[in-house]
């Protein structure tokens, strides 16, 4: 049966598209976009003062599963994600066990599947167990459907194994995800080191821990040639440090979360919330500005969540005992469209670029574009929708957002993976 999308903005840059037009999906893929078009037999689905883009896509998502169902699963994961705007995830490997073999990757893709609303890539480990010592099974783990590797979470602390996993990783044409932590230099530290750790009393964690990673692995990519991703950019330093390397031609991508974008560590007061302990941690307003600015200019590739759910009880112990995270795909598109789209910083195109088209580039997935026999995965978002952040609203099994209480402009209505609905009028469609 078909599917009309009748009097819809369709946004897309990289086929030079933004245009109130309609659509025709059959059997999952786009027939036909141009004006006053019809379906005899199929379903019209109005579209009118909304925008039509390229499903948006995730690069990094923690699905919990397997080890820990009670925060979240792959079912209720890629309902949070299509409740959110997103046609796909890529789910993290630092799961319980470790994502680290062919047969461990197997099962997430067979899971999602079974049980999942959206498409599930999945990442696995670079080294075996995250130990950091030995070589994860990386090669059997790109033919079961992985498509890139991570030590997410703690990062390979040793130089020369870091080099020995970047030489193999290029010679499957992989990319390697680096979570940036110097863990010597970050020690015990859980929220930025400076003016607020001190007048709090927590321990402080030194811009310096991830500026000297970051700049390790840029020089390792230089020297060994492999793709390079860095996670959840934090600081101002960092991203000087990715615009220099893609300034000599490094292989560099990057990512920057919303909580990084929005926040900084002055929203952390006295109350403790437990919420705004991230990994790594808010920084200041200077660093918070200038990551924006780097998203702007291109010099940080793209938007991603760093979809971090945690049980309730866990979030209630003492801020240096509470678990680092908070949840991000729900709210993503609505804090984009409301600090950046809105006040007219980003324009329509440019959050197609950061959030559907340069995530696919960095791990090299298939592209989605709004033409003709190009796959139906698109998301649809009402611009001036208002959406209150509270616990009821999420779909996700775990509500500890940062942005709990927020009051937020623009949501996704409806998604389609394939030209299947994963949300329609707002509500997951399982």
Request: charge should be negative; hydrophobic fraction near 40%; charged fraction near 25%.
């Amino acid at each position: 049966m078909a599917l009309l999308l009748k009097n819809g903005r369709f946004v897309d840059p990289s086929v030079d598209l933004d245009e109130v037009a309609d659509m025709i999906i059959r059997d999952g893929r786009i027939v036909e976009i141009g004006e006053d078009l019809t379906v005899p037999k199929g379903v019209t689905v109005e579209c009118a003062e909304k925008i039509v883009v390229p499903g948006l896509v995730d690069l990094h998502t923690h699905l919990r599963e397997p080890g820990r169902e009670d925060k979240e699963t792959v079912a209720s994961g890629t309902r949070a994600a299509a409740h959110g705007g997103f046609t796909a995830v890529c789910a993290m490997p630092n799961t319980s066990p470790i994502c680290d073999t062919g047969s461990k990757v197997r099962f997430l893709v067979e899971r999602a599947v079974e049980t999942g609303v959206v498409r599930v890539h999945p990442v696995g480990s670079l080294t075996a167990e995250q130990g950091g010592e030995s070589i994860a099974e990386i090669g059997d783990m790109v033919a079961e459907g992985a498509v890139a590797f991570s030590d997410d979470g703690r990062g390979v602390q040793d130089a020369g194994m870091m080099r020995r996993v970047m030489e193999y990783s290029k010679a499957f044409d992989t990319v390697v995800v680096s979570h940036c932590e110097d863990e010597s230099l970050a020690g015990g530290g859980v929220v930025n080191e400076g003016v607020v750790s001190t007048r709090l009393g927590l321990p402080g964690w030194p811009a310096a821990a991830e500026e000297i990673a970051v700049a390790r692995d840029i020089r390792l990519a230089e020297l060994t040639g492999c793709r390079l991703h860095l996670a959840h950019l934090s600081t101002a330093g960092s991203a000087e440090l990715v615009r220099s390397a893609k300034a000599r031609g490094v292989a560099v991508t990057a990512e920057v979360t919303p909580h990084h974008l929005f926040l900084d560590e002055d929203a952390i007061s006295r109350t403790y919330d437990t919420n705004l302990k991230m990994n790594p941690p808010l920084r200041t307003t200077e660093d918070r500005e200038a990551l924006v600015e780097a998203l702007l200019d291109g010099t940080i590739d793209c938007v991603a969540t760093d979809h971090a759910p945690h049980a309730r009880h866990e979030k209630q112990l003492e801020f240096e005992l509470a678990p680092f995270g908070t949840t991000g795909l729900e709210t993503a598109l609505s804090l984009m469209i409301t600090y950046l789209v809105q006040p007219g910083r980003l324009g329509w195109s440019d959050l197609v670029r950061v959030m559907a088209h340069a995530p696919r580039a960095a791990f090299k997935l298939p592209d989605v574009r709004l033409e003709a026999g190009a796959v139906a995965d698109l998301t649809i978002i009402d611009p001036e929708a208002r959406v209150e952040v509270t616990e009821e609203w999420f779909a996700s099994k775990s509500s500890n957002s940062a942005f709990l209480g927020a009051t937020l402009l623009g949501k996704a209505t409806e998604v389609l993976v394939e030209g299947r609905f994963a949300l329609k009028n707002g509500k997951v469609v399982d």
